[in-house]
């Protein structure tokens, strides 16, 4: 038996619940992901803001790290660059003025 002829706009109605469903299933996966990287940034960046506090780490190691996050992490993109030596670095003035290494005091994850 030959399914019937229906026509394109009939056929888009009847499965646009379900396109809705998806659609919706994959924002939230994204939102998710999103909201572990911006964690797992935070978490990066105290943990270094802690070792330049405690004069632990310089610059120099700071770089150094970046540079084997991205040879032994080849897939990792944003951290190495702008968490390692941008926020860290650049927030070590702040901390030094605020006399905390907690630069991320506000994020709501965080735990000392």
Known sequence: MKAPDVPASTVD???????????????QAIQAVNTRLIELYWQVGAYISRKLERAEWGDAVVSQLAEHLAQTQPGLRGLPG??????????????????????????????T
């Open 13 to 27: 109605d009847r499965f646009s619940e379900v396109l809705v469903l998806i659609r919706s299933a994959r924002q």
């Open 82 to 111: 702008r968490i390692c030596s941008g926020c860290a670095s650049s927030m070590r003035p702040t901390m030094l003025k605020r006399k905390s290494h907690h630069w991320c005091d506000n994020y709501p994850g965080h735990t």
